[in-house]
T-cell receptor
Framework: KAGVTQTPRYLIKTRGQQVTLSCSPI?????VSWYQQTPGQGLQFLFE???????NKGNFPGRFSGRQFSNSRSEMNVSTLELGDSALYLC??????????????FGPGTRLTVL | GNSVTQMEGPVTLSEEAFLTINCTYT??????LFWYVQYPGEGLQLLLK?????DKGSNKGFEATYRKETTSFHLEKGSVQVSDSAVYFC???????????FGKGTHLIIQP
């Protein structure tokens, strides 16, 4: 079974621009979560989508948004980029069922650099 | 709120040494617990997990036991290899609410 894929792997943008990142979950998984990883703040939860609906949201400004399509693929958008948005953005997929055994599997990440 | 505390390191050991990475947590309910590993330039790989008290997760020689009484999930390995050099993250999950909560990560360096 193919794992979680993320595109692109690397991005360089300038302040004020916007960016869209893509994530394809493991086949059969209906939940996609996004995380931001930085050296200073570590791994922080952005949001989770399940069946095309945002189900949970972390403590990030409205510049960070996402969506999920009917095939469970998800995109994350960051508008008006700031230098502090430079990070590794990780996507994780899971079945999304409310079971204790549900496990999130991560993709390789997209490295975003804002200049 | 929920939180995970682990030693940040770097932790430097010689090959074949015994490894322990401590992890303690605070949670408002009964979480599932995980260890993930991250190699340079890569995403997170699930190493092992435990979903209830006294469960032991194990994989590739690594083990961790869910201790509810001490709210801990320490990672152990009897004999480490150079290839185990990576960053290890302890995490908890309260049935998807607010996603996974991670510790800061422990950078492990194994010297030959």
């Amino acid at each position: 079974k193919a794992g979680v894929t993320q595109t692109p792997r690397y991005l360089i943008k300038t302040r004020g621009q916007q960016v869209t990142l893509s994530c394809s979950p493991i086949s059969g998984h209906r939940s996609v979560s996004w995380y931001q990883q930085t050296p200073g703040q570590g791994l922080q939860f952005l949001f989770e989508y399940f069946s095309e609906t945002q189900r949970n949201k972390g403590n990030f400004p409205g510049r960070f948004s996402g969506r999920q399509f009917s095939n469970s693929r998800s995109e994350m958008n960051v508008s008006t980029l700031e230098l502090g948005d430079s990070a590794l953005y990780l996507c994780a997929s899971s079945s999304g069922l409310a079971e204790s055994t549900d496990t999130q599997y991560f993709g390789p990440g997209t490295r975003l650099t804002v200049l | 709120g929920n939180s995970v505390t682990q030693m940040e390191g770097p932790v430097t050991l010689s090959e074949e040494a015994f490894l322990t990475i401590n992890c303690t947590y605070t949670a408002t309910g009964y979480p599932s617990l995980f260890w993930y590993v991250q190699y340079p330039g890569e995403g997170l790989q699930l190493l092992l997990k435990a979903t209830k008290a006294d469960d032991k997760g194990s994989n590739k020689g690594f083990e961790a036991t869910y201790r509810k009484e001490t709210t801990s999930f320490h990672l152990e390995k009897g004999s480490v290899q150079v290839s185990d050099s990576a960053v290890y993250f302890c995490a908890l999950d309260l049935r998807g609410a607010d996603g996974l909560t991670f510790g800061k990560g422990t950078h492990l360096i194994i010297q030959p």
